[in-house]
């Protein structure tokens, strides 16, 4: 497994509508032991239905309708719970499906970032929504160079989970959960972070690449990302 630096969103007026899911860059490299792996069933791809979010430009690659995204990980080091929470997440994401959207993430992140956008922007977390999709669009048409290719269709296949470490400089998860935090502090308001540890059990972060077939090509389009979740009697709800 690798050590990463982990790179939090600047949450700033310009960047205020996009996924609030953070690049990480390589560090060094670290050893653990590996049990056996989860691997769910991969759902078959059907590229003959349109999806239902509209018609897509010209210069846009085109999303049909994603069946639940298979997810790879590691039994011992992620819920299963956890697992279908993220495949859901991104499954609503590539059907524009806000409500099943909705469904994923933590509801005082929801009230309190939807109240936070309207008031500063006069829209709220479903505008911003109609980003996301179009973000892993944009992921599929550059390669891992800063190539930028033409892709006309595009299904993901595989997310794979990995639990998040910390970045150097960080001595556990939770001072790197906590440094994330502190930037929602910054723009949204002091007591954000106090307040959502106050609802739910604990934080966590896992880290996933994201595989999709582009144009019949199967390639990483979103690699060594990472999700910052809420755990609450066992139930998994995403901070983005």
């Known amino acids: 497994m690798t050590y990463l630096k982990r790179f939090a969103c600047i949450l700033t007026a310009a960047v205020m509508s996009l996924p609030l899911y953070c690049c990480s860059d390589e560090k060094e490299e670290g050893s653990v032991s590996s049990e056996t792996s989860e691997v769910s069933e991969t759902s078959e791809i059907d590229l003959n239905e349109a999806n239902e979010g509209g018609e897509e430009s010209d210069d846009e690659p085109a999303a049909y309708i994603q069946q639940d995204i298979p997810t790879e990980y590691d039994g011992s080091e992620i819920d299963d719970a956890c697992a279908q929470t993220i495949s ?14 909705a469904e994923t993430l933590n509801p005082y992140y929801l009230q309190v970032y939807d109240d936070w956008l309207d008031g500063a922007f006069g829209y709220g977390m479903e505008t911003s929504f109609e980003t996301m999709h179009q973000s892993v669009m944009d992921a599929a048409c550059t390669l891992e160079d800063g190539t930028t290719v033409e892709v006309d269709t595009v299904y993901i296949t595989k997310l794979a ?3 998040a470490l910390p970045a150097e400089g960080e001595e556990s998860l939770e001072e790197a959960i906590d440094a994330y935090l502190a930037d929602y502090d910054a723009v949204i308001g002091e007591g954000f972070t106090e307040e959502l540890k106050k609802q739910c059990d604990t934080l966590t972060a896992v880290r996933f690449t994201m595989t999709a077939d582009c144009d019949g090509e199967e390639r990483a389009i979103m690699t ?13 709800r995403i901070l983005g």
């Open 161 to 163: 989970l990995e639990p």
């Open 224 to 236: 060594d990302m990472e999700l910052l979740i809420t755990i609450t009697d066992g139930t998994y």
């Open 88 to 101: 859901q997440y991104f499954t609503a994401i590539m059907n524009q499906d806000y409500d099943k959207y």
